[in-house]
């Protein structure tokens, strides 16, 4: 049964959407309108306005003067605090950002209240806890000494200045608060630039700032389609560009950054995640927790595994398993609380994923799934399809959709090879109850990150980000302290 909206939900929707600069709402004078869709009913539900460059130049230069005036006069310890009261106003407003962000990304009610919601919350006291305990070194320099003078440095670590946050469609509320939670504690102010298909969640999350008491112009929000992001980009006011999203966009974003005054840029992309399940899994549990990490808001979820490499001894049993456990998801509206998987988050992803299913069909690859559901909306079947050998092209292309590829290995050294045979390199996970064997795999996985039995979580303790062509840079953890400050030397002589 659909849950009822609640009216601040109903009359947001009716607003026309445009950007949020200087600590309110600013309305483009672009002509130019974008659909919000529902994905679960395919129906749209608001308008939003593309933003063109005077707007994207009015957001940097607010951000600027912020960066320069009323944000550099905060204390670590009031950001802190600023902070902390930002993560209290998302909770108190929990309901209303969980509709939004459920009504245009499709994402489970569930998931949204409290991954979306929730994590956002978490997260963002985590950051507020570093604003205070960022800090340099000191160090003595060997400088010779000939008339009894001595030397001292120490570093500074700076804030980078304005950032440019650009933010993709898969969870959007809780990824642009992973950037703008780094941005403020470090002292750097924010343009965040979510995606087209999900403006709504972080243009009221950028009124609640305001009304935490953060000061206008250090969180800013410009709406529209990629054009907007690469305008955002080459804006010489920008000084860091945080990006999260797909490999093409992410490689083309890093070649504009880099061509645009070297503007530092953090990329974190897309994967073809991989799981290993040994002979010595425990199969039920194994299978339980991998279908969680696996289909969790459609495998819209840029961690989750994608292929599955199972020891040959247990094949059978292990896609018996899956097939059974997938035909017992419950597959409906996100808005109703008993559903357990969704629709997709938009048109032009179920297009991708029909186009993927194709391909399996044709080559009798599909286990379980690979049809689209005949209701209104972007729903699809959880999937499982089987590859026809260590080339398939469609165990090696990602899918970012409810589709596990398996194949079958029979020891370690081949294992090691499949999983790293791949451009991508963010997360794994080695399923077994031998700690031995997990730890001497472990060093030879190329990933980011590497989970034992289990897959997908995120912690804002753990630094999170990829090797090879899933990324540069690590979010979380002290890691990211790095990417938003500037690191200064001094060196005194006394
Ligand atoms: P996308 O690359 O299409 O878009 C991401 C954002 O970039 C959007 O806001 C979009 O408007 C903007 N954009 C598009 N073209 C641009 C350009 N030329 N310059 C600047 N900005 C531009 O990605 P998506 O479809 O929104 O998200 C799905 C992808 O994101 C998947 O590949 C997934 O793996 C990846 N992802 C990665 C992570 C991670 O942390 N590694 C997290 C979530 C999603």
Redesign the pocket.
């Known amino acids: 049964m659909h849950i009822a909206l609640l009216p601040s939900v109903v009359a947001f929707l009716g607003r026309d959407h445009s950007n949020f600069i200087d600590g309110a709402a600013h309305t483009s004078a672009s002509t130019q309108r974008i659909g919000v869709v529902d994905p679960g009913t395919g129906e749209t539900i608001a308008h939003l306005r593309d933003a063109q460059a005077e707007d994207v130049n009015l957001a940097v230069n607010n951000a600027n003067a912020a960066f320069k005036g009323a944000w550099a006069q905060v204390t670590p310890y009031q950001r802190g605090v600023l902070l902390n009261r930002l993560a209290d106003l998302i909770e108190a407003h929990g309901e209303e950002l969980a509709q939004l962000e459920t009504l245009s990304s499709g994402k489970s009610i569930n998931l949204s209240r409290h991954i979306e919601v929730g994590q956002s919350a978490v997260f963002l006291r985590y950051f507020a806890g570093w604003a205070t305990k960022i800090g340099g070194q000191t160090m003595s320099p060997s400088f010779p000494s000939l008339d009894g003078e001595q030397y001292s440095a120490y570093t500074l670590r700076e804030p980078v200045g304005v950032v440019a946050a ?6 959007s509320l809780m ?1 642009g608060v992973w950037k703008l939670g780094a941005a403020l504690t470090t002292g750097c102010t924010v343009v965040l ?5 999900t403006p709504l969640s972080l243009l009221r999350l950028a009124e609640l700032a305001i009304e935490a008491g953060i000061p206008a112009g250090v969180i800013n929000v410009v709406n ?7 305008q ?2 080459e804006h010489p006011g920008v000084r860091k560009v945080s ?8 490689i ?2 890093g070649k ?1 950054a880099m061509a645009a005054d070297l503007t530092r840029v953090t ?5 073809k995640n991989a799981a290993a399940l040994l002979a010595d899994a425990n199969v039920d549990d194994a299978v339980a927790r991998f279908v969680q990490s696996a289909y969790v808001h459609q495998g ?4 989750s595994p994608e292929r599955l490499f199972v020891h040959r001894s247990l094949i059978g049993h292990v896609t018996q398993k899956m097939v059974a456990t997938l035909s017992q998801l419950v597959i409906g509206s996100p808005l109703d609380e008993h559903a357990q998987f969704g629709p997709l988050s938009n048109k032009a ?1 179920l297009d991708k994923i029909l186009g993927f299913f194709d391909r399996a069909l044709q080559g009798n690859q599909v286990v379980y799934g690979a049809r689209a559901v005949d209701r209104a909306g972007y729903y699809v079947e959880p999937t499982l399809i089987v590859a026809t050998g260590r080339d398939d092209p469609l165990l090696h292309e ?1 899918t ?1 959709g409810p589709v596990v590829c398996v194949l079958a290995f029979d020891d370690e050294e081949e294992l090691v090879e499949l999983m790293n045979d791949s451009p991508f390199g ?1 997360t794994a996970s080695i399923w077994t109850n031998d700690l031995s064997k997990a730890l001497r795999l472990i060093p030879q996985i190329e990933a980011g990150t590497v989970w034992v039995n289990m897959h997908t979580f995120v912690d804002p303790s753990v630094p ?3 090797v090879k062509a ?2 540069i840079g690590r ?1 979380f953890g002290s890691a990211f302290i790095d990417d938003y400050t500037e690191l200064k030397s001094v060196i005194i002589r006394y």
Request: net charge negative; aromatic share 12%.
């Open positions: 650009i933010v993709p469609w898969n969870f990824i630039k979510p995606s087209e298909y529209g389609r990629g054009q907007v992001g690469q955002l980009i990006f999260t999203g797909s490999v093409p966009t992410g083309a974003v504009a990329l974190e992309l897309g994967g819209q979820v840029c961690a992803h990602e970012f963010l999170f980000g990829g899933s990324g979010e």
